[in-house]
Nanobody, 114 residues
Framework: QVQLVESGGGLVQAGGSLRLSCAAS????????MGWYRQAPGKQREFVAA???????NYADSVKGRFTISRDYSKNTVYLQMNSLKPEDTAVYYC????????WGQGTQVTVSS
């Protein structure tokens, strides 16, 4: 069983950048694809980005061109580089398996002020 710990969130002004990290215990090699998800207050959790073991990526339309997902097997870590942040990006961000998530971690809060 893989445990996932998200970090890197914080408070940033609109137009700013953050890089989120997702550290995986155990091996993530056995997981075909990893994804980032987010949940804004009062809204359902939604897909943000995903990356396969081959490095193929997929993004939600709302973040395409602004966010970049990557993975480092040597560090068992998945990253989400977020640029040109908007207030509507404010949410708790989670990483998990894609497309079928397993148990959710605590996530990391991202707050974008206008």
């Amino acid at each position: 069983q893989v445990q996932l710990v998200e970090s890197g969130g914080g408070l940033v002004q609109a137009g700013g950048s953050l890089r989120l990290s997702c550290a995986a215990s155990g091996s993530i090699f056995s997981i075909n694809a990893m994804g980032w998800y987010r949940q804004a207050p009062g809204k359902q959790r939604e897909f943000v980005a995903a990356i396969t073991s081959a490095g193929n990526t997929n993004y939600a339309d709302s973040v395409k061109g602004r966010f970049t997902i990557s993975r480092d097997y040597s560090k068992n870590t998945v990253y989400l580089q977020m640029n040109s942040l908007k207030p509507e990006d404010t949410a708790v961000y989670y990483c998990n398996k894609f497309p079928i998530p397993a148990s959710w971690g605590q996530g990391t809060q991202v707050t974008v002020s206008s």
